[in-house]
T-cell receptor, first 112, second 117 residues
Framework: GEDVEQSLFLSVREGDSSVINCTYTDSSSTYLYWYKQEPGAGLQLLTYIFSNMDMKQDQRLTVLLNKKDKHLSLRIADTQTGDSAIYFCAEIRSGNTGKLIFGQGTTLQVKP | GAVVSQHPSWVICKSGTSVKIECRSLDFQATTMFWYRQFPKQSLMLMATSNEGSKATYEQGVEKDKFLINHASLTLSTLTVTSAHPEDSSFYIC?????????????FGPGTRLLVL
């Protein structure tokens, strides 16, 4: 997990945008993912981006990838209280037989 | 998205007993599944890679005789915690790898919470 870094906590007001950041170290990453985990539940795949893309948008979610800086971000527009959860970024490296390398997770707190 | 189920969702057992957890991919076939363990407020720790029709690959420090993995079909992997002890109490999550052409995604089960008394 130490090769993928995330800040641990983010607090926003309902209706604001949230930006969760992630940095990684291995340039052989092929896919990068964002997962959401609610208390006591498994991980829900939110979105993913292939390493040759810069941006991907899916409704309220926007993923930005800066390969040069090895930086990935997830922007949630119009954040709602239901978005409160832990968000994990993860990468798959080339030749890694599908093993995901996870960040520590960012706890997003949305205040009404 | 694809669905992965786990059973049971909750299990309480006495120390020394064995517990089997099932992981199923419901709408796709998965030649590869993964088993993770998660401690409170921590990220997921990969325990092993489960390969259909062959032996599992365990991560360093994970006892293969204690955590038995069987992947007998393309939709089912099982994790058996043998002779469970209180330190094995944890949240166990499986995932299934879905490879569709150039696209690769991994879908997670809802997790199994194990409490060993």
């Amino acid at each position: 997990g130490e090769d993928v870094e995330q800040s641990l906590f983010l607090s926003v007001r309902e209706g604001d945008s949230s930006v969760i950041n992630c940095t990684y170290t291995d340039s052989s990453s092929t896919y990068l993912y964002w997962y959401k985990q609610e208390p006591g539940a498994g991980l829900q795949l939110l979105t993913y981006i292939f390493s040759n893309m810069d941006m991907k948008q899916d409704q309220r979610l926007t993923v930005l990838l800066n390969k040069k800086d090895k930086h990935l971000s997830l922007r949630i527009a119009d954040t709602q209280t239901g978005d409160s959860a832990i968000y994990f970024c993860a990468e798959i490296r080339s030749g890694n037989t599908g093993k995901l390398i996870f960040g520590q997770g960012t706890t997003l707190q949305v205040k009404p | 998205g694809a669905v992965v189920s786990q059973h049971p969702s909750w299990v309480i057992c006495k120390s020394g007993t064995s517990v089997k957890i099932e992981c199923r991919s419901l709408d796709f076939q998965a030649t590869t599944m993964f088993w993770y363990r998660q401690f409170p407020k921590q990220s997921l720790m990969l325990m092993a890679t489960s390969n259909e029709g062959s032996k599992a690959t365990y991560e360093q420090g994970v006892e293969k005789d204690k955590f038995l993995i069987n992947h007998a079909s393309l939709t089912l992997s099982t994790l058996t915690v043998t002779s469970a002890h209180p330190e094995d109490s944890s949240f166990y999550i499986c995932s299934a790898r879905d490879v569709d052409g150039k696209q690769e995604t991994q879908y997670f089960g809802p997790g199994t919470r194990l409490l060993v008394l």
